[in-house]
């Protein structure tokens, strides 16, 4: 595609990213993630061997690409350690690959605690998090009570760190939630050690990325979750804890806004969702089951089932607009196959009249109806489908229908899991 490309989720997560940037990372020198934890989940499929990858960059399984996890990502050091273990051990290389940004901040055992301990409380939202740790890590971020990596890997500063913030953490522990306290010894002892091991990973990621740029790298930046997710122009309350959208790409790096480059914006055929939440499009029926069960919609991270329905085309507008995609990826078009119908939600309906566009009240979002047009399905199998020409008539008026909708282009149609069951028109 030229240039450097951001790549990001257009609806609430799970759009199939992983494929798009194990694809797209032959392009490319370097593979960055920019925001998120390991409550993300890219699932590639190489040949017959199944990849869940929640902090890894996707370009780390093509040979010699360099994978950054930038300093926006907050960062499991024990998920890390173990996928690293994990692609070592089906012969992936990682050593002199794959950094770390020494800004990334550390996502704790109290972080994970207090994931917990607040998804437990009664009376607020039910969001249902992961309980990954990556909210309480967050807000320690935002309220300067964080560790980094820089930290981390100095036994004597990581020390003077932790004692600090385990003696505010367990206060509130013990008297807040009753709970016992955290052990400090337990946990330096058990963190000093991932530091230790985690130490040649760690650099000055920020430092790096602009030295690429000076050399003319071509750098794929990847987004976790989807713009529904993201924590100011989602679904709020119902959210993720970071910045998910394009404009996260600058703030995560380090890099200015004018050296990003374009914007591929990946979305599903469908819709659908994990945890709570308006979800205006959702077929609670034999419908939902049956994208469910064709797509495989259960959480690469969680394993939970996923709540599916028709696409939202008022949802993915706003999410082409703040992200100013200029191309779009439709994925997991084939699940569509053998549906007498297929609807897309056009416009909302509330209190009798029409929304055009997409409510920040998520109270609003809750009571909408959805107004829905309707187009003729298919019943072939598009899997082994390798170009634009050879989808049935009904497929390609729904893409029609799709950029018609959205304003934008499809560049990329995923028919199958596979590396090369991905169609790229123009490509």
């Not at 370009?59 to 990502?73: D, E, S």
């Not at 051990?89 to 550390?106: N, P």
Request: net charge negative; charged share 25%; glycine share 14%.
């Amino acid at each position: 595609m030229g240039g450097n490309l951001i790549t990001v989720g257009l609806q609430w997560g799970d759009e199939g990213k992983g494929k798009i940037i194990d694809v797209l990372s032959e392009q490319y020198d370097a593979v960055v993630r920019f925001q998120g934890g390991a409550n993300a989940g890219h699932t590639v499929h190489v040949g017959d061997e199944k990849f869940v990858l929640h902090l890894i960059p996707s370009g780390i399984l093509h040979p010699g690409k360099q994978c950054i996890i930038a300093n926006g990502v907050v960062v499991d050091p024990e998920c890390l350690a173990g996928e690293i273990e994990g692609l070592k051990a089906r012969g992936i290389d990682v050593e002199g690959r794959l950094w770390v940004g020494d800004r990334c901040h550390v996502v704790m055992p109290h972080h994970k605690l207090f994931d917990e301990l607040r998804e437990a409380e009664k009376g607020g939202p039910d969001i249902q998090t992961t309980q990954r740790g990556i909210g309480p890590c967050y807000a320690d971020k935002a309220a300067r009570d964080g560790i980094r990596f820089g930290e981390l890997i100095d036994p004597v500063i990581f020390r003077r760190r932790l004692k600090h913030v385990l003696k505010a953490r367990n206060l509130v522990l013990t008297r807040i939630y009753d709970a016992d306290p955290i052990d400090f010894d337990s946990v330096y002892e058990r963190y000093s050690r991932l530091g230790g091991t985690l130490g040649p990973f760690v650099t000055d990621t920020v430092g790096m990325l602009h030295g690429f740029s000076r050399e003319g790298r071509s750098l794929l930046l990847e987004g976790a979750q989807g713009s529904m997710l993201d924590i100011n122009f989602g679904t709020y309350p119902y959210v993720t804890s970071s910045n998910v959208c394009a404009g996260g790409a600058t703030v995560g790096t380090g890099l200015p806004p004018s050296s990003l480059g374009q914007v591929l914006g990946i979305a599903k055929a469908y819709c659908s969702r994990v945890g709570g939440g308006p979800f205006p499009t959702e077929q609670d029926n034999e419908t939902g089951e049956l994208l469910r069960e064709r797509g495989n919609e259960y959480g690469s991270t969680t394993g939970r089932p996923r709540r599916c329905g028709w696409l939202d085309a008022v949802a993915l507008r706003h999410a082409v607009q703040i992200n100013g995609a200029g191309t779009l990826a439709l994925m997991l078009l084939d699940v569509l196959s053998g549906l007498g119908e297929i609807k897309v939600c056009t416009r909302y309906r509330l209190e009798g009249r029409e929304i055009a566009d997409f409510p920040g009240d998520t109270g609003v979002l809750e009571n909408v109806e959805p107004v829905y047009e309707t187009f003729r399905g298919w019943s072939d199998d598009l899997t082994g489908a390798e170009r634009f020409e050879q989808l049935p008539a009904a497929a390609v008026d729904y893409i029609n229908a799709v950029e018609k909708i959205t304003g934008v282009p499809v560049k990329m149609i995923s028919v199958g899991p596979k590396r090369k069951q991905l169609i790229v028109r123009g490509g």
